[in-house]
C-alpha cells in the first residue's frame, strides 16, 4: 500500500512540477512578446493613431528562446487601419530583441 501512494505522491508531484514550469513558460513568452511589441513601437508610425492592434501570428521555438512574427494595424478615426506593418523578432530572455526587422506593408493615409 505504501508503494501505490508513494507512486501516486510522485506522480502528483511530477504533474504540479510540470504544470508550474508550463505556467512560467506562458509569463516568460508573454514578456517576450511585450519586448517584441515595444520595439515595434519605437519603430512604427503611430502618428495620428486612435488605435493599434497587434497579432502575433507565428511562435517558432529555437534552441534558445523564440522567433515571433507580428502583424500590427494602425487605425485612424475609421475602422479601416491606416498603416500596417509585418515584423520578425528573434528573443531569448532578455530586456530587447536579438534580432528585429519591420516593414511596413500597407499605408493608407
Known amino acids: 500500500m505504501k508503494k501505490v501512494i508513494s507512486m501516486f505522491a510522485i506522480a502528483g508531484f511530477a504533474l504540479t512540477a510540470a504544470q508550474a514550469h508550463a505556467a512560467d513558460a506562458r509569463v516568460a513568452l508573454n514578456d517576450e512578446i511585450e519586448s517584441c511589441v515595444a520595439e515595434v513601437g519605437a519603430h512604427a508610425d503611430y502618428a495620428d493613431a486612435d488605435r493599434v492592434r497587434h497579432t502575433v501570428v507565428d511562435i517558432t521555438e529555437r534552441t534558445v528562446g523564440y ?22 523578432c528573434v528573443v531569448n530572455g532578455g530586456f530587447a530583441p536579438m534580432q528585429f526587422s519591420i516593414n511596413q506593408v500597407a499605408d493608407a493615409s
Open 67 to 88: 522567433k515571433l512574427e507580428i502583424e500590427t494595424a494602425v487605425y485612424g478615426s475609421g475602422e479601416i487601419a491606416v498603416r500596417e506593418y509585418a515584423t520578425s
